[in-house]
C-alpha cells in the first residue's frame, strides 16, 4: 500500500467546489495534486496556488486552474507533505527546496491540511537535517551565523551542482540534532540577516493525515486555541 498516496488522497476529500487549494511541494502532495485533477476532470471547479514550479507544471497538466495571489482573498485549503512532524504536530519541511513559498502559502490559507506517511512522525524534531533558505550574498557568513546557533551545515547541493531554489536562493541544510524548543529555534533563526526563511513550521498545521503501510489512514485535527 502506498501511504503517501492514501494519505493525501483523502486530503483532497475535503476540496468542494470553488474553493481556492494551496498546492504543495514533494512525493506525496504530487498524489494530492494528481486526485485533484481526475476531481477536475470530472467537473470539480477550483481554482489553486502551487508552492513551487513544480508543482504548478503538475497542475497545468493535470487542468488545474492555477491563479495568483492578486486574483483572490483567501487560500482555503493547503495539502502538503512535511520531512518530519513532532508530537505537537509541528513540522520541519523543505526537503524539496520549497520551504519558502510553501510557508508563505501555509501562513495564507484558513486551513493546512499536512499529509505524511508513518515514517515522518517524530518525538522530536531534528533528526531530518533543518533546511535554511539564504540569500547568495554574504552566505559564507550566513552559515558561520547558522553554526553558531548549534549546528553543522552543508550547502545543499543537487546533481553535482549547488541547489538554487525557485527563488533564486541557496539551502543550508543544518544537523542540530533533537531540536528541544522549535519556536525559539526558529525565532533565532530568523533574525540572522540573509536568513529568508527556515523549515521549521511551528503551529501551523490544522489537521495531519498519516497514511499506514497497512492501509490505514489516521487523521488529527489540531486546535491552537486549547
Ligand atoms: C518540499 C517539502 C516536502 O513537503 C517534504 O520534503 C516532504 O516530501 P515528500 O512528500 O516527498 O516526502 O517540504 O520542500
Not at 550547502?155 to 539551502?171: A, E, H, S
Request: hydrophobic share 40%; proline share 2%.
Amino acid at each position: 500500500m502506498n501511504a503517501k498516496r492514501i494519505a493525501a488522497e483523502r486530503a483532497v476529500d475535503y476540496i468542494d467546489d470553488n474553493m481556492v487549494v494551496g498546492l504543495g511541494t514533494g512525493s506525496t502532495a504530487y498524489w494530492a495534486i494528481k486526485k485533484l485533477g481526475q476531481r477536475v476532470q470530472s467537473g470539480l471547479n477550483i481554482s489553486a496556488i502551487a508552492t513551487s514550479m513544480k508543482s504548478e507544471e503538475l497542475a497545468r497538466e493535470t487542468g488545474i486552474k492555477l491563479v495568483s495571489f492578486s486574483d483572490i482573498g483567501e487560500i482555503d485549503i493547503t495539502i502538503d507533505g512535511a520531512d518530519e512532524v513532532d508530537k505537537d504536530f509541528n513540522l520541519i519541511k523543505g526537503g524539496g527546496g520549497a520551504l519558502l513559498r510553501e510557508k508563505i502559502v501555509a501562513a495564507s490559507c484558513k486551513e493546512f491540511i499536512v499529509v505524511v506517511d508513518e515514517s515522518k512522525m517524530v518525538k522530536h524534531l531534528g533528526e531530518f537535517p533543518l533546511p535554511v533558505e539564504i540569500v547568495k550574498f554574504g552566505y559564507e557568513i550566513t552559515i558561520k551565523k547558522l553554526e553558531s546557533l548549534g549546528c553543522e551545515s552543508h550547502l545543499r547541493v543537487k546533481d553535482d551542482k549547488v541547489f538554487i531554489t525557485d527563488n533564486g536562493n541557496y539551502i543550508i541544510d543544518c544537523h542540530f540534532g533533537k531540536i528541544e524548543d522549535p519556536k525559539n529555534l526558529r525565532n533565532k533563526i530568523s533574525i540572522i540577516p540573509g536568513v529568508v526563511d527556515s523549515g521549521l513550521f511551528v503551529n501551523m498545521a490544522n489537521r495531519v493525515i498519516i497514511g499506514h503501510q497497512n492501509g490505514d489512514v489516521e487523521e488529527f485535527e489540531v486546535d491552537y486555541k486549547s
